[in-house]
């Protein structure tokens, strides 16, 4: 299946990835996909199945609003976008995964 | 997640829906224009992106978990899914819903009248003040021994904790007039009787104070029944007359269809007459005597906030202070006393015991039919298991399986609980029919919203019963097994078998106790059945007659001893020479065996001093010669009263053997005298009476009550206003009431003859209430039997078919057909030995509830347990020998391949 190259997200950090995708520009879900595929030289994979749960719950929670919109190739899709509140999550959210892969480096640079 | 998204998920449901769905296919397409862009096949492309999508459904699903409309869309679909699995299992279905449609009945019905009678108020405002008031007599042991009108004013002036008190003296009375004499429950109260209860007249008024006479007022107020029976539902009926008992009556009001008088009557039937009285002028002595306790007993409420038992301090106080204020009234020997009752507990008190056992007993049948149900869902979980791992596997969530399977049960039991209502409702004259006519406040019972509220939890709590067990157990985390063992089809896991176990003994269990609640009533009944009653029912008619009294004297047609000796002596004659009637006697309602009336008296013994023991008390009797060879009740010694003991002869009694060894315990008491309390009308001392016989005892008070002292006097030395006509005859006893209304009619035209019963009814109306909860006890547990047995039956036939596999296998090593068997009756008889140890505890520590319900049975008589324990255990062997023998014959071949 994944390939040694191919990762699945890690989890809880597609909310991560998602935010900071969509502090780019507004995007639809199968965007969201491939620009995280491609951003990532393929290394990260986002498994479509839980794409489309997380983004509800993001929109529950108010951190991004969908609004329908037309895609490149003419195509209604459903755009997502980042809020106020969602830019501020994505702000701790970026802060917590700096403090956490700093630590995890500390550990393995420790001889 | 806030409160208010999830609100606002509910107000979007429906466009969430669809936007979802559009989403998911656009991100679909999407995938498979760049797959194809990428130069796969059009086909490939789209699997492709199907296939990286994973479960589209699981995705949506996941995705909108939040939402409160998903549950009602989850419910909605489970009863959906429930229904289909219903509908294609039509005989489950039905058997599962007549099940439980009778056990929840069952249930409903039982708590219907548990509710009326027990646990629904007294129809008063705050019923909780009201008391019964009896007086007892605490030396000599004897209770309600009924109250002097001095007493009743001390209780109302000086006891300072009732609002109010009235007597209660209920009392036949003829209603004359009409075509022909009739007999009226008639109830003397005092004028604030109704004010007490707080009881208004659905027409006209109700008496008060203000109409406070010494007699007896004139008007009176009659019941709703009354009122249809004799003047038709008319409104006119205010200012009507009566004649009740000679009296001239007016009529005030007429009571609400609702009230019943809250405790007895005299013929054990509705009042329908009450009249009150000041108690202290004719027809009662003037002035009142204080020795002289010609009341019955009162009713009274309570001071707001003053409980029973800080009343009956009060009043235990006050009647020390009475008995010392009057010592010839009350000799201290005989320890007076004035004991309170609750209205409820003295209306229902009896029957509390049975209804709560029976209602016990009907639960049990109920939960016993859950278990088979729950074992049958168990059985088609086994056979469901491989389906239902595969929906895991494709990752159906587990709480949501369990949801559905669930809603499986409720749905059965919902629709039960509907099915049981309407049979409740519909049958519910009949249901009441079975239920013994005197069980008090039985014209109560209703669907109230209490017992609709019931059957609403019961069927709840009965699906929750049967259906948890089945459903946890069929998604139980292990699917991976279940799919394997789906897979080669050979069993079910030991875990399934082990719950089918545990309910298996949990049924043998609740069956045993069960039967053994009605075995042991089966064994009190049948030692009552033995008891001698010392007179023989057979062939004997009984009826009952009232000589009015009227209020005044002067207009008592009976009003002296040779009158009414007169009466009864010729209606004896009479009676007697009626064809094909062998002996005729008559005697007063106390000599009536079995109907519940009482008189007692003191007496003095010649040569005894009065009160340096306790003062000996007796059950008086009248009645006429041929009273005890009628009855066949035997004579020990002496000789039986003849016609020639009458007023002018030397006073005598007869004394049953009770008396005589109490009193006489060397067996003389033949010749003794004694003396009964009061003074003659010329005001001399009563005169000694002579004891000229013993006859044996007579089982008066029941079958299973103790035998009072009993003193017999001659009717015609001490005639009484109440009888009872006895004749024994060879002819029709269903026309002898009417042949016999005759006789007596032709002495004297007023007076009614009612209450006509064999002596067989009398002694079966005895045994009426103690048959019901038997035979309703055997049903139940009969029932119970049953099921258990079909529980074992289906379990055992399930093991044993789920291992067709393991017995080909142990006969394809040389096993014989007799050690399969064995094998098979070995398991099942480990489940019911468990079953009945457990049984065998559970029943010792229920069966003392039933201890008043006994009869010379111990609870935990050893008889009883063993034998019915073996009957048991004898038929659930039979149940399991039956699937054990088919094991054992299976072809071996078959078995190997068996699936």
Not at chain 2, 66 to 87: F, G, K, P, S
Not at chain 2, 295 to 321: F, W, Y
Request: hydrophobic share 45%; net charge neutral.
């Amino acid at each position: 299946m994944a390939g040694p190259s191919k990762t699945d997200i890690l989890q809880g950090t597609l909310t991560l990835l998602v935010l900071k995708t969509l502090a780019r520009s507004p995007m639809h879900g199968y965007g969201i996909t491939l620009h995280i595929q491609r951003v990532s030289n393929e290394i990260l994979r986002v498994e479509e199945g839980s794409l489309y749960p997380a983004l509800h719950r993001m929109e529950q929670d108010g951190w991004i609003r969908a609004e329908w919109g037309v895609s490149e190739n003419g195509r209604r899709a459903r755009y997502y976008e980042l809020t106020a509140k969602g830019s501020k999550r994505l702000a701790e959210e970026e802060k917590g995964w700096q403090q956490l892969t700093q630590a995890v480096a500390s550990v393995l640079q420790f001889v | 997640m806030s409160l208010f998204s999830r609100i606002r998920g509910l107000l979007q449901t429906s466009r969430l829906e669809s936007d979802l769905d559009e989403e998911l296919r656009t991100h679909l397409e999407m995938r498979a224009q760049d797959n194809r862009a990428s130069g796969m096949a059009p086909d490939e492309a789209r699997y492709d992106a199907h296939r990286r999508f994973g479960n589209v459904a699981l995705a949506k699903e996941d995705a909108r978990e939040a939402d409160i409309v998903r549950w009602i869309e989850i419910l909605l679909q489970n009863l959906r899914y429930a229904a289909r699995t219903l509908r294609r299992n039509p005989g489950f279905a039905s058997v599962a819903i007549l099940t439980l449609a009778l056990g929840i009945g069952a249930n409903v019905a039982t708590f219907s009248v548990v509710h009326a009678v027990l646990l629904n108020p007294l129809p008063f405002p705050h019923p909780e003040q009201l008391v019964r008031v009896f007086d007892d007599l605490r030396g000599s042991n004897t209770r309600d021994v009924g109250m002097s009108v001095p007493e009743l004013w001390d209780l109302r002036d000086k006891s300072g904790v009732f609002q109010d008190i009235s007597v209660a003296f209920p009392v036949d009375a003829n209603l004359t007039g009409g075509e022909h004499p009739d007999r009226v429950e008639f109830l003397g109260t005092n004028t604030t009787y109704f004010t007490m209860l707080g009881v208004q007249a659905q027409l006209g008024r109700v008496y008060t104070a203000q109409d406070s006479v010494p007699g007896f007022t004139e008007g009176i107020v009659i019941s709703d029944g009354f009122w249809h029976r004799m003047f038709g539902g008319d409104t006119n009926v205010l200012g009507k007359k009566i004649r009740l008992d000679g009296d001239l009556y007016t009529i005030l009001g007429v009571l609400p269809p609702s009230f019943h008088h809250p405790g007895l009557s005299f013929g054990g039937t509705e009042i329908e007459v009450f009249a009150a009285a000041g108690f202290a002028e004719n027809p009662f002595p003037n002035p009142p005597v204080r020795g002289f306790r010609i009341l019955p007993g009162a009713v009274a409420r309570l001071k707001p906030g003053i409980a029973i038992v800080q009343a009956q301090a009060r009043l235990d106080a006050l009647a020390a202070q009475l008995s010392r204020e009057f010592p010839v009234d009350y000799p201290s020997a005989v320890n007076w006393g004035v004991r309170l009752v609750q209205v409820q507990d003295d209306l229902v008190g009896k029957v509390r015991t049975e209804l709560l056992v029976l209602f016990g007993a009907v639960g049990c049948v109920l939960l016993i039919g859950c278990v088979n149900l729950a074992n049958l869902l168990l059985a088609r979980s086994a056979s469901r298991q491989r389906e239902v791992a595969i929906r895991q596997a494709l990752g159906a969530a587990r709480g949501r399986l369990i949801g559905q399977l669930l809603t499986e049960s409720f749905l059965l039991a919902s629709i039960s609980g509907v099915v049981a209502l309407l049979l409740v409702i519909g049958l519910k004259a009949w249901l009441l029919h079975l239920a013994p006519a005197d069980l008090p406040r039985l014209n109560e019972v209703r669907i109230s919203p209490g017992v609709l509220l019931f059957a609403f939890l019961i069927s709840i709590g009965t699906g929750v019963i049967f259906g948890l067990a089945p459903a946890l157990q069929t998604v139980r985390p292990s699917q991976a097994t279940n799919l394997r063992e789906g897979s080669r089809g050979s069993g079910t896991s030991k875990h399934q078998m082990r719950i089918s176990r545990t309910l298996v003994i949990s049924e043998i269990a609740l069956s045993l106790v069960l039967l053994i609640g009605a075995g042991l009533l089966l064994r009190s009944f049948w030692h009552l059945i033995e008891v001698q009653p010392g007179f023989d029912p057979h062939g004997v008619v009984t009826a009952k007659m009232w000589l009015a009294v009227p209020n005044i004297p002067e207009e008592d047609n009976y009003r002296t001893t040779e009158k009414r000796a007169a009466f009864h002596q010729e209606v004896v004659r009479r009676v007697s020479a009626i064809p094909g009637v062998q002996l005729a006697a008559v005697g007063n309602s106390t000599s009536l065996p079995m109907n519940g009336q009482h008189f007692q008296l003191a007496f003095t013994i010649e040569g005894q001093a009065a009160d340096s023991e306790r003062a000996p008390v007796a059950e008086i009797t009248s009645v006429t010669p041929a009273y005890f060879e009628l009855l066949r009740t035997p004579l020990i010694t002496g000789r039986m009263f003849t016609d020639a003991d009458d007023s002018k002869m030397q006073l005598v009694v007869l004394v049953n053997q009770t008396l005589a060894r109490k009193y006489w315990p060397k067996g003389n008491a033949l010749g003794q005298h004694i003396q009964f309390p009061g003074r003659r009308s010329d005001g001399k001392p009563a005169p000694w009476v002579t004891i000229i016989g013993v006859v044996a005892d007579t089982k008066s008070d029941g079958l299973d009550a103790a035998t009072e002292p009993r003193i017999y006097r001659s009717m015609y030395q001490a005639p009484t206003y109440d009888a009872v006509v006895y004749l024994r005859t060879s002819g029709d006893p269903g026309t002898a009431g009417d042949t016999v209304r005759r006789e007596v009619q032709s002495v004297d035209p007023t007076i009614p003859v009612f209450g006509v019963r064999t002596m067989e009814e009398v002694v079966a109306k005895y045994m009426e209430q103690r048959r019901f909860a038997l035979e309703l006890l055997g049903v139940f547990a009969s029932v119970a039997l049953l099921l258990a047995s079909i529980g074992i039956y289906g379990v055992m036939a399930y093991t044993f078919s789920r291992r067709t596999n393991e017995i080909g296998i142990r006969m394809a090593m040389g096993a014989q057909p007799g050690d399969i068997l064995k094998i098979a009756l070995a398991e099942g008889a480990w489940t019911i030995t468990f079953g009945l140890a457990a049984g065998f505890v559970g029943s010792l520590a229920v069966t003392r509830f039933l201890q008043t319900m006994l009869f010379d049975v111990k609870p935990a008589d050893p008889v009883t347990f063993l034998a019915i324990s073996a009957l048991l255990a004898a038929i659930a062997m039979l149940a399991c020998f039956v699937p054990a023998l088919r094991a054992s014959r299976v072809d071996p071949l078959r078995a190997l391949r068996h699936e």
